[in-house]
């Protein structure tokens, strides 16, 4: 069964806490990304990595980091220094010039 | 940057009748173009694309055109129904690895 798995489903911080965020694919994507959602708006570029040990800040990649030491994953961490981190958190990879697929989210609540 | 217009940011049809969605793009080598349909609480999914070398495609009650001379393409969807009551995004393709999105339609079906 191919696709995109995301853990946890739903997760809460409390104040100066980091959070890991897991995404694994088994689709042998090279491209992966995260993309943040507040409620009711669209989807904002967090990070994306192309290959294995590189990646590149998207648009609000401020108080997140990442790492991509293998294909099949890219976790994100929420560190205390993102202020306002509620929002629905969604994983994506891709086949370059293809279709993006989207793991189920996670959605992290701040306490 | 790149960037990608869509509108209207909300849209209101009767069921049974037709919807009509549009996009308007500014990178000129874009040659990818998915439409994806989010419904509430989940993770958006790809309905439909088209590529550069192709001017129209139907799936069934969903069509999209491209008209590359304008970078604009629309997602056409024909006798509405209930299930079609969702939020769409365009997007698309920039160095063949991003694809930039544009801010979503919430589509809404009175019934």
């Known amino acids: 069964d191919g696709g995109i798995t995301q853990s946890p489903k739903y997760l809460f911080r409390k104040e100066g806490q980091n959070v890991t965020l897991s995404c694994e694919q088994n689709l042998n994507h090279d491209a992966m990304y995260w993309y943040r959602q507040d409620p009711g708006q669209g989807l904002r570029l967090i990070y994306y990595?192309?290959?294995?040990?590189?990646?590149q800040k998207g648009d609000i990649a401020e108080g997140y980091s990442v790492s991509r030491e293998k294909k099949e994953s890219f976790p994100l961490t929420v560190t205390s220094a993102q202020k306002n981190p509620t929002a629905f958190y969604l994983c994506?990879?891709?086949?370059?010039?293809?279709?993006?697929?989207f793991g189920p989210g996670t959605r992290l609540t701040v306490l | 940057g790149e960037n990608v217009e869509q509108h209207p940011s909300t849209l209101s049809v009767q069921e049974g009748d037709s919807a009509v969605i549009k996009c308007t793009y500014s990178d000129s080598a874009s040659n990818y173009f998915p439409w994806y349909k989010q419904e509430l609480g989940k993770r958006p999914q790809l309905i439909i694309d088209?590529?550069?070398n192709v001017g129209e495609k139907k799936d069934q009650r969903i069509a999209v055109t491209l008209n590359k001379t304008a970078k604009h393409f629309s997602l056409h969807i024909t006798e509405t129904q209930p299930e079609d009551s969702a939020v769409y995004f365009c997007a698309a393709d920039y160095s063949n690895y991003q694809l930039i999105w544009g801010a979503g339609t919430k589509l809404i079906i009175k019934p």
């Open positions: 994506a990879s891709r086949r370059q010039g293809y279709e993006q697929f």
């Open positions: 990595s192309q290959i294995v040990n590189d990646f």
């Open positions: 088209i590529r550069s």
